[in-house]
């Protein structure tokens, strides 16, 4: 378990937005999902950066969902993707 969680010590603003997108793509533990959830409910500082990134990933899916990208713009977005080192 996550020192930060199992100490009970509120998680710096610093190591919140550092794991921000991950947190919103709910790819952390339970217990760094936890600890992120009770710093956000508490921080008047991280909270609109959260409700922002979190508007706005529900607008791209929402523009995605209603006009899926043509199998080939999807491709060369792969390609690029790939031609910088990412899988």
Known sequence: MNEDATMGKML???KVMRQLWDYLDEELTPERMSAIAAHLS???RCFPQYDF???FLR???SVREENPPPAQQRERVMAALRANGLP
């Open 59 to 61: 607008a791209v899916r």
């Open 12 to 14: 710096s603003c610093d």
């Open 42 to 44: 508490g921080c008047n």
């Open 53 to 55: 990134e979190r508007a």
